[in-house]
């Protein structure tokens, strides 16, 4: 027994619309991955905040005039390489058990290096110069 035209064709209108369902799917499938992606990294994100939230401890209250502590002494930052791989590795071997001297300047950047040399005369290896509008 053949097939009759009306079978094939109707297989054939079949065959099309399952391969345009094919083709949906597979761009359903990097859509998902994609927002996957996105939801890991926003997981990622929440950890993080969450950890610098319990490093801070309970919230307190300010003080009278001239007996508030700071909040944020010594706080821990927690690295981040996917922001910016090569400031990461320069900042991971030049902070010493995870503490770093930022000195920032403009334009005087001779006198400021001066003023920097004299504050830390005992040249400690965990500094790091940034130059603004140099």
Same mark, same amino acid.
Request: hydrophobic share 40%; net charge neutral; proline share 6%.
């Given at each position: 027994?053949?097939?009759? %035209? ?6 054939? !209108? $079949?065959? *099309? @619309?399952?391969? *345009?369902?094919? @083709? #949906?799917? $597979?761009?359903? /499938? #990097? &859509? ?14 929440? %950890?993080? !905040?969450? $950890?610098? +939230?319990?490093?801070?401890?309970? =919230?307190?209250?300010?003080? =009278? ?5 700071? +909040? ?5 930052? +927690?690295?981040?390489? *996917? @922001?910016? =791989? %090569? ?17 920032? *300047? /403009?334009? &005087? ?9 004299? @504050?830390?005369?005992?040249? =400690?290896? &965990? ?8």
């Amino acid at each position: 027994m053949q097939p009759s %035209d009306g079978h094939v064709l109707l297989l054939e !209108a $079949k065959v *099309s @619309v399952l391969q *345009s369902e094919l @083709v #949906k799917l $597979k761009t359903e /499938n #990097k &859509n998902l991955l994609l927002i996957k992606q996105q939801m890991q990294v926003a997981e990622q994100e929440r %950890d993080a !905040a969450r $950890k610098q +939230l319990l490093e801070l401890g309970p =919230p307190r209250k300010a003080g =009278p005039w001239g007996t508030a502590k700071s +909040l944020r002494t010594n706080q821990a930052v +927690l690295p981040d390489e *996917s @922001v910016n =791989p %090569d400031l990461a590795k320069l900042l991971q071997d030049v902070a010493i058990n995870k503490e770093l001297i930022v000195g920032i *300047s /403009n334009n &005087n950047v001779r006198s400021m290096l001066q003023v920097y040399y004299h @504050v830390f005369p005992t040249c =400690p290896h &965990n500094w790091l110069c940034l130059l603004l509008d140099a």
